[in-house]
């Protein structure tokens, strides 16, 4: 039986080391896909046969020993295909942040589980199988409340902006010290359970704590690190268990999610350590409405200004940002784009790696809009036609379009990569009004001789310009 | 002690198997990759189905099946949103491209 067991698990690993592989190009993503649901139903077939299961099964029949795996996989199901199937593209971030959550209570149930039929029961558990365990509920905890604060921020259930107190990181990283420390004594003795059960749940405060002080704009890299921790705790529970399977797809996902990781840092031009304890920024864009700096002027346009502008460019490069999602926009980006094309303009999309609230949140919701993949293009790749490109039209984009990044060093997104809105011919951005980005620092773009700002909603704005058009 | 070493063989391979292959992925795919990689790690199932099933104890069980219900809304939400995310990915003609896929 543990031979079949093995060889199932096996199986499993190939296909998602396989199906991983499919997604490095979006033609064959999907067949990626499908080969790792193939390699989950092999990895689950090899569960419900493990020998402790069927002993079970022996002994107590099949209803007794399954009933409980087939109740909780039906429900399981059914809300995650309910969650899947009707939330909207652009709560994606939420989404995956919950996901993450989930992951993690996953793993840390599975590790006091262990703890409470090793120790409690039998009284006999290696200081090995104890530390294992103990990752897997310190990983565990943190991801499952961690990432509950990134979906309560990102849903605007708590406030999104960075919650700030005296000797935070100070007493954040004594905390942190503290858990490991008792990590460390409970895998000495693994039979205290008091220390135990404490560094079960310091944790769950720590990710509270960690996640409170960094603002909406970080999210991008707090979701991946949540990412990396949460395979970090399935590959502990794989160390806990003896169960390779586990090892494997642990390692990938946090292997992936610390690539992911270092993606958005450096495309924030910050490293880790700024982001996590930083609390960059005391004003979030939400938050504070501040009047445009003294003196300076931004040229107004109206809609029919800028649909007059769109309508005489043989070439237009968008750039879009959180706002584009926030106002719901990406359908009507794509119906204007379908209107400039018939005329003959050539439209591509820019996407800066940070623009949104996760990696490639962009990219997914222009997909949505039925824009061609091929249209969208990254940082590298367009950055160079801005300058023989007639328009750049910005929807929703600030701090990623600021040329401050590139020429002001006492800016606070210095040698920050961003997109050279500022060299097309003309530029218009689509604003809400003249508030700062995150950084809470004034952007160039918007006063410069050839930008021209529509205040406004961007979807009615884009909604009235495509009116105006056809 | 063998065992503990063999794991962590197992688990630096894979980091660095995962590592050079997701390097390739495309920035493009980098929302459907958050959501693949974690229907994968909802792979914690597995060991959430052996405390479930195997009756070790009421408290283990009751542990082990509420770990059920969160990894298979992981896996199954995770897989199908995938999906949904990439069946919208399309080269040109979106029209073309959806009967060519069926």
């Known amino acids: 039986m543990v031979d079949q067991v ?19 190009a979006a033609h064959t993503a999907r067949r990626g896909l499908i080969l790792a649901e193939l390699g989950m139903v092999f990895a689950i077939w090899g569960t419900v046969i493990h020998p402790d299961i069927m002993a079970n099964l022996e002994i107590a029949g099949f209803f007794q020993t399954y009933k409980w795996i087939l109740l909780t996989f039906f429900i399981g199901s059914a809300i995650g295909i309910a969650i899947s199937a009707l939330i909207p593209m652009t709560r994606m971030p939420e989404r995956i942040a919950l996901s993450h959550a989930f992951g993690g209570l996953a793993a840390a149930l599975v590790g006091v589980s262990e703890y409470y039929r090793e120790q409690v029961i039998a009284g006999h558990m290696d200081h090995t199988t104890m530390a294992a365990i103990g990752f897997e509920v310190l990983f565990g905890g943190l991801t499952f409340t961690g990432s509950l604060m990134a979906f309560g921020k990102l849903s605007g259930l708590i406030p999104g902006r960075n919650i700030t107190w005296p000797l935070q990181n100070q007493s954040n990283i004594l905390m942190f010290g503290g858990t490991f420390v008792l990590l460390v004594l409970v895998t000495v003795d693994p039979s205290n359970q008091v220390l135990f059960y404490a560094m079960a749940a310091m944790p769950l405060l720590l990710g509270i704590l960690f996640v409170a002080p960094i603002g909406g704009a970080d999210m991008p890299v707090v979701i991946t690190l949540l990412n990396s921790y949460a395979g970090l705790a399935a590959s502990a529970t794989g160390f806990a268990l003896n169960n390779n399977v586990l090892i494997i797809a642990g390692a990938i996902d946090g292997a992936s999610g610390f690539i992911l990781s270092v993606v958005m840092s ?12 930083g609390a960059f920024g005391k004003v979030d864009e939400e938050d504070q409405a501040m009047a445009a700096a003294g ?34 926009a990406q359908h009507v980006v794509g119906e204007l784009a379908e209107i400039l094309e018939a005329n003959g303009t050539q439209v591509r999309y820019a996407i800066h790696p940070v623009a949104g609230r996760m990696p490639g ?9 039925k824009i061609p993949y091929t249209s969208l293009m990254e940082l590298e790749e367009i950055n160079e036609d801005f300058k023989n490109t007639d328009v750049a039209l910005v929807v929703g984009a600030n701090d990623v379009v600021n040329p401050a990044a590139k020429h002001n060093p006492a800016s606070s997104i210095y040698g920050m990569p961003v997109l050279n809105a500022d060299l097309a011919r003309s530029c218009i951005v689509l604003k809400r009004s003249m508030r700062p980005g995150f950084a809470g620092i004034e952007n160039e773009l918007f006063f410069a001789p050839n930008t021209v700002l529509t205040f406004g ?6 909604t009235k310009v495509v009116e105006a058009l056809s | 002690m063998l065992e503990i070493f063999l794991g962590l063989y197992i688990f630096m391979l894979a980091a660095f198997v995962g590592y050079g292959v997701i390097k390739g992925v495309p920035a493009l795919l980098h929302t459907p990759l958050m959501a693949f990689t974690n229907a994968i790690s ?4 597995v060991g959430s189905l052996v405390a479930a099933g195997a009756h070790y104890n009421n408290v283990s069980t009751v542990l082990g099946a509420i770990a059920v219900l969160c990894a298979t809304i992981n896996v199954v939400g995770g897989f199908w949103i995938t999906d949904r995310m990439l069946r919208m990915f399309k080269k040109q003609d979106p029209k073309a491209d959806a009967a060519g896929d069926a």
């Open chain 1, 6 to 24: 093995e060889t199932l698990y096996l199986i499993a690993s190939f296909l998602f080391i396989l199906g991983l592989r499919g997604l490095t």
């Open chain 1, 361 to 369: 949140h962009m990219n997914v919701l222009l997909a949505e809009a």
């Open chain 2, 42 to 45: 909802g792979i914690s199932l």
């Open chain 1, 295 to 328: 003196g300076e002027r931004v040229q107004e346009a109206s809609v029919g200004d800028a649909a007059m502008l769109l309508s005489g460019a043989g070439s237009v490069i968008v750039c879009p940002g959180y706002g584009m999602a926030v106002a719901q």
């Open chain 1, 457 to 462: 909603d961007a979807k009615d704005t884009l």
């Open chain 1, 266 to 277: 450096k495309a924030m031009n910050r490293s880790f350590r700024n982001v996590l304890f």
